[in-house]
């Protein structure tokens, strides 16, 4: 599903990434962790396709296709889906219409009809409710005034909503009380399947007892240092990064 090799990537003549490896195929969940600063929401920037970050080396595919070569929209359109640290508020559009101009973008890129405005917000209330979200929320501007927590019910909603086949979670739960985290893994759980993956950018162990991860992965300095499976989380919980630098030296 995705293939990166030799990722580098720079921020404002800095390299962040330094030649990232990673395969995702389908039905997995990923969990990367790892020091701050590493490079984790920079991969997840360039791989949304975000402008401030310039590739300079490396190959992406995404099912095929060279990812780099798609604009934001594009992205989304092939199902890709990125689920901010600090999620954007944008007053004056309302929720609902929003997540209906998503939604509609999707499905013309998939040849499907638009749904009806009724038979949208069937789906959205329905959804709503699945993630513990008033459906006054769908009548607000998108994320205007919203607590930390329902912006992120809002965007599993968006998500379950849009479907996508690869969904990037970046510190998902920093910030969010258990009952929201709870939430939030339901509905990444719910959405499991053997089409769909997952990379979960986490700082925390305790999210992974709730998304059990297929693979772990440690990014430290621009590049995956370590692999292994849902013990690795529990290992560096226990002992941090530190003992890593000497591993990988
Ligand atoms: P992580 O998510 O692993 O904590 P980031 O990817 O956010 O790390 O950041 C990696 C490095 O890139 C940090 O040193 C950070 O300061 C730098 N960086 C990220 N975004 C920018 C930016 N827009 N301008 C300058 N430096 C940035
Ligand atoms: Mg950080
Ligand atoms: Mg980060």
Request: charge should be negative; hydrophobic fraction near 40%; aromatic fraction near 6%.
């Amino acid at each position: 599903m995705l293939t990166i090799e030799n990722l580098c990537a720079r921020v404002e003549d800095k390299d962040i990434l330094k030649g990232l490896n990673l395969e995702v195929k389908p039905g997995e969940v990923h969990a990367i962790m790892g020091p701050n600063g590493a490079g984790k929401s920079t991969l997840g920037s360039v791989l949304a396709g975000r402008e401030s970050f310039t590739v300079t080396e490396g190959e992406v595919r995404f099912d095929g296709k060279d990812l780099l070569e798609l604009d934001v929209e594009e992205r989304a359109r092939e199902g890709l889906f990125l689920a901010f640290q600090y999620p954007v508020e944008i007053p004056g559009v309302s929720n609902m219409e929003f997540l209906k101009a998503s939604v509609d973008a999707v499905r013309k890129h998939q040849g499907k009809p638009d749904l009806s405005s009724v038979e949208f917000m069937k789906l959205a209330r329905e959804t709503s409710k699945r993630v513990k979200l008033d459906q006054a929320f769908l009548k607000r501007g998108v994320n205007e005034g919203f607590s930390g927590g329902e912006k992120k019910r809002n965007e599993i909603l968006q998500m379950m909503l849009l479907e996508p086949r690869l969904c990037i979670l970046d510190e998902t739960d920093s910030g969010l009380d258990i009952d929201a985290l709870q939430t939030v893994a339901d509905g990444v759980n719910a959405m499991r399947s053997e089409e769909r993956s997952f990379i979960v950018v986490t700082h925390y162990q305790r999210l992974l007892d709730y998304i059990v991860p297929d693979v772990v992965h440690v990014l430290a300095d621009g590049k995956i240092v370590k692999s292994g499976d849902k013990s690795l989380a529990k290992e560096l919980e226990a002992k941090g990064y530190r003992w890593l630098e000497s591993e990988v030296a």
